[in-house]
């Protein structure tokens, strides 16, 4: 790593963490990996019997379904590449992404309605981020979620609080980790530090600290990918 380069606060749960880290460090930044977030996985009894494909709206979904079940051979609804390339990995072949949010993979799903038999199974987190079975239900598509694993929120280190002053930006995946920076920061402001958020539903719980001084600039990414999210590291 290039000497004084520029330090980011990663808040994302592990494993994704990981690998926010590397692309990070491809890009001649420094990583700091303290998640806000500790991903669990939840026992669930869903009977598949009938589910002729399933949804997923993350990455931790497909993997806390994957080490529960070994059903392959269902058409997968994926809501992004990263979430479809994670599937792909983990043994599904028929995938299609809707490159998206969680109202495009609803549209997705209606529009591909022919394309599977039987009911959709979305295996989401115990409190997910987005609605994805109420629009399906409207659209007349046969729809259940099912929580498999849960995020729960945990505390950063003592070293990272220390440094708070010293880091270039911190980054956001979901709103929930949002939601634990804002109640951190609510102790502890950061008046210097930047929040660059995924999407600006993620940023949305961080707007008030950035308007009354106790958190820096808060900005969202255009498109819900990481990619787009690194590119406002930019200054």
């Given at each position: 790593m290039t000497e004084g380069a520029p330090r980011v606060w990663i808040t994302r749960a592990r494993p994704g963490a990981e690998a926010t880290a590397a692309r990070l460090e491809a890009l001649g930044h420094v990583p700091l990996i303290d998640p806000l977030l500790e991903i669990r996985d939840l026992p669930w009894t869903a009977d598949l019997a009938g589910v002729g494909a399933l949804a997923f709206?993350?990455?931790n979904g497909v993997a806390a379904f994957a080490r529960a079940s070994d059903e392959r051979g269902l058409p997968v609804f994926a809501v992004g590449a990263a979430t479809a390339d994670l599937a792909a990995e983990a043994g599904f072949t028929r995938i299609e992404s809707a490159q998206g949010d969680v109202a495009g993979l609803a549209g997705l799903i209606a529009a591909r309605r022919g394309a599977f038999g039987?009911?959709?199974l979305h295996p989401a987190a115990a409190e997910p981020a987005g609605?994805?079975?109420?629009?399906?239900?409207?659209?007349g598509i046969e729809a259940s979620s099912v929580a498999v694993y849960e995020s729960l929120a945990r505390a950063p280190a003592r070293e990272t609080l220390a440094a708070l002053d010293h880091l270039f930006a911190v980054l956001l995946h979901s709103p929930k980790a949002a939601r634990a920076l804002a109640a951190l920061l609510g102790q502890r402001p950061a008046p210097g530090l930047r929040a660059l958020c995924l999407s600006p539903a993620v940023a949305a719980p961080l707007a008030v600290l950035s308007a009354d001084g106790r958190l820096g600039p808060v900005a969202a990414a255009p498109r819900p990918r990481e990619t787009a999210l690194f590119d406002l590291l930019s200054p």
């Amino acid at each position: 790593m290039t000497e004084g380069a520029p330090r980011v606060w990663i808040t994302r749960a592990r494993p994704g963490a990981e690998a926010t880290a590397a692309r990070l460090e491809a890009l001649g930044h420094v990583p700091l990996i303290d998640p806000l977030l500790e991903i669990r996985d939840l026992p669930w009894t869903a009977d598949l019997a009938g589910v002729g494909a399933l949804a997923f709206t993350s990455r931790n979904g497909v993997a806390a379904f994957a080490r529960a079940s070994d059903e392959r051979g269902l058409p997968v609804f994926a809501v992004g590449a990263a979430t479809a390339d994670l599937a792909a990995e983990a043994g599904f072949t028929r995938i299609e992404s809707a490159q998206g949010d969680v109202a495009g993979l609803a549209g997705l799903i209606a529009a591909r309605r022919g394309a599977f038999g039987g009911a959709l199974l979305h295996p989401a987190a115990a409190e997910p981020a987005g609605d994805l079975v109420s629009p399906l239900l409207r659209a007349g598509i046969e729809a259940s979620s099912v929580a498999v694993y849960e995020s729960l929120a945990r505390a950063p280190a003592r070293e990272t609080l220390a440094a708070l002053d010293h880091l270039f930006a911190v980054l956001l995946h979901s709103p929930k980790a949002a939601r634990a920076l804002a109640a951190l920061l609510g102790q502890r402001p950061a008046p210097g530090l930047r929040a660059l958020c995924l999407s600006p539903a993620v940023a949305a719980p961080l707007a008030v600290l950035s308007a009354d001084g106790r958190l820096g600039p808060v900005a969202a990414a255009p498109r819900p990918r990481e990619t787009a999210l690194f590119d406002l590291l930019s200054p």
